[in-house]
């Protein structure tokens, strides 16, 4: 894969997990229990999601022949 687009995809994904961590800081906020849960559970899916994409797309690769 091209440098430069993996670079992209990389930057991407941090952007949505620092969409994710903002979320899920705000499901401490005065909410119903059942609530909050579930957005803790999406957020917190969401954010681990990122963070293994950004490793797979961090990830030295080598060059086959």
């Keep these: 894969m091209n440098k430069v687009i993996r670079i992209i995809g990389v930057l991407a994904l941090l ?3 620092a969409f994710c961590v903002f979320g899920f800081m705000a499901t401490f906020e005065p909410l119903d229990a059942s609530t ?3 957005w803790r559970v999406v957020y917190g899916l969401a954010g681990l999601a990122c963070l ?3 490793a797979l ?3 030295a690769r ?3 022949p």
Excluded: D, E, M
Aim: positive net charge; proline residues 0%; glycine residues 14%.
């Design 15 to 17: 952007a949505l997990l």
């Design 57 to 59: 797309l961090s990830r």
């Design 36 to 38: 909050q849960l579930t």
């Design 52 to 54: 293994g994409g950004i």
């Design 62 to 64: 080598k060059h086959s």
